[in-house]
């Protein structure tokens, strides 16, 4: 059973900084994408950035030049550095991962981050 345990949401002023982390388990051969999601009240879920193969990196165009993910293979754990945060960053933030082998994957619980202005 997979699982990912998301921690580092809170309120923080535009123009700070907030880092998420995801850690996963559960996968049996390799977890080929990580990424967040985030779902602002009242929208739809959206992608935020991806990590594919630990090399092949995305990102939305609304948080590029601000936002970096980044990987620990060994610990399964995958990260979002959001910088210059803006009020409508506002959100609770999703963690996703997947593994292509076997085809598992799972979200985390969410977590919130609340950028005021």
């Known amino acids: 059973q997979v699982q990912l345990v998301e921690s580092g949401g809170g309120l923080v002023q535009a123009g700070g900084s907030l880092r998420l982390s995801c850690a996963a388990s559960?996968?049996?051969?390799?977890?080929?994408?990580m990424g967040w999601y985030r779902q602002a009240p009242g929208k739809q879920r959206e992608l935020v950035a991806t990590i594919v193969s630990g090399t092949s990196i995305s990102y939305a165009e609304f948080v590029k030049g601000r936002f970096i993910i980044s990987r620990d293979n060994a610990k399964n754990t995958v990260y979002l550095q959001m910088d210059n945060l803006k009020p409508e960053d506002t959100a609770v933030y999703y963690c996703y991962a997947k593994e292509s082998y076997t085809g598992a994957n799972g979200w985390g619980q969410g977590t919130q981050v609340t950028v005021s202005s």
């Open positions: 559960g996968f049996i051969s390799g977890i080929n994408v």
